[in-house]
């Protein structure tokens, strides 16, 4: 029985590994639009103004340097989907409903803008896995550790900094993260708590 699992356990792994691979490469190396353009001609000069989110042309400007063009935002795109369709695969809906999550890039509404370099597209997936990520822990009843708190909130900002809307859905994320992190705390505590974090991130957004 146990040879069994770890053999499905690889075999949806593998079969996440490919696909994920297989659908960067159709979408190489993304489709841009003129607001794409835009942006990708501030990260040429290095110079930013309001009209577009200043932090996706300054991470843009750097990772031009290691690959020039859209490849690389393409990649993090794709690693922010992939990798919610991971999480959900692997730590929410084990077994026959982890196959079915795998799936999910592949329905039509997903598939028609995934290739895009837009900042919706930040927004979405990164939404996504954060949501992915509070998901597994709330389903095994487990706090993030340190690390996994950093890398949460700085995906939070990210993801928060480029989409102006995203400012009035990053809230519910950070409750959701105090429920997690606190699960006896009092609900009033918990939702203070998201408030002060919560201005504090769309505070810092509005310095960068």
Known sequence: MLLISLKNMFAI????????????????????????????KSALTHTYGDHHPPLMGYAWHYL?????????????NMALLWGAVGV???????????????????TPHVWDQAGW???DMIFTFGFGLLAAV???????????????LAGFGGLLFYATSVKYQAQFVAPLMAL????????????????IKAALASGV??????QV
């Open 134 to 148: 509070l998901s597994a822990h709330s389903v095994h009843q487990k706090r993030l550790s340190p690390l996994g």
């Open 88 to 106: 959900l695969a692997f730590r929410v809906f084990q077994g026959p409903l982890g196959w079915v999550c795998l799936l999910l890039p592949f």
């Open 13 to 40: 792994r593998l079969c996440w590994g490919v696909l994920a691979c297989g659908y960067a490469w159709i979408f190489w190396p993304g489709w841009m639009s003129p607001d794409s353009w835009s942006i990708y």
């Open 117 to 119: 370099i837009w900042k």
């Open 64 to 76: 031009n340097m290691i690959y020039e063009g859209p490849g690389l935002m393409l990649a993090v």
């Open 201 to 206: 991130l769309i505070i810092s957004i509005h």
């Open 176 to 191: 959701w993260l105090c429920r997690v992190q606190w699960p006896s705390e009092a609900r009033l505590r918990s939702f």
